[in-house]
């Protein structure tokens, strides 16, 4: 959990099908419209979401998304966290440095997707799974 | 699921990528495109991938229109990519993937210059 930001709202989301992504990163689209973020950033946190749903149904043999409205001292966010009970990530490193390219990504959608938000939050373990946070807070007051 | 319109425009292959596609819909288009390359009789126009459309594009839409670009050009075809929107060349160039190599256009008359009018 990431201090300081408190969730308003929480929707859970399967991802199970390609088609799942697609639902997650839509529903996360509409949420970061909906709390005033920018264009600029409606595409990152989009994107990011985008990535890491993909990662789950790809790489975690599914599982789900947890979206939430969050709230901190004046500025409104989103937090999303992918959690998937698959493999694991067995060389986060080099998967974070984005050279672990696989044969349906560039390698770049865990670190890419880590640049495109506030903060990320990854827990994996050999066999027990991996779960991801990642938070974005809207730029500029509305 | 919806197929994607491949148009022709003076000579050139126009494809209109649509919003929100999922990764079936994305590779079915690569295949398209191809065979409509092959299937062409006039060769000496060139492909032109619309994506002003799009929303979003993450890592994998952009491997897959970076590699048919690759792909058309194997094939004799030169390709522009058109119509991408500041947030999604921001968002690309942030996660570090800078589509090297790809022809890129501001909108579709552009790449209908860049790949030389009138025909």
Known sequence: ?142 | MSSIPILRIRGHLLVPVQPDLSDEVVNRLQNDVLEAIAGERDRSGGLLLDISGLQIVDTYVARVLADTASMAALMGRRTVLCGMRPEIAATLVQMGYLLEGVCTALDVDDGLDLLGLPR
């Open chain 1, 1 to 142: 959990m990431t201090p300081g930001a408190h969730a308003s709202s929480t929707e859970r989301l399967q991802i199970e099908a390609e088609a799942d992504v697609v639902v997650v990163r839509r529903r996360a689209r509409e949420l970061a419209i909906a709390q005033g973020f920018d264009a600029f950033a409606v595409a990152a946190i989009t994107t990011a979401a985008s990535e890491l749903s993909r990662n789950v149904w790809c790489h975690g043999g599914g599982g789900h998304a947890l979206l939430e409205t969050v709230s901190d001292a004046g500025r409104v966010g989103l937090r999303l966290r992918f959690i998937d009970e698959g493999p694991g990530i067995a060389d986060l490193e080099l998967a974070l440095r984005g050279g672990c390219s696989t044969g349906r990504s560039l390698g770049l959608g865990l670190s890419g997707s880590r640049r495109l938000v506030d903060a990320f939050h990854i827990e994996t373990s050999p066999g027990e799974g991996t779960t991801i946070e990642v938070l974005k807070w809207a730029r500029f007051p509305h």
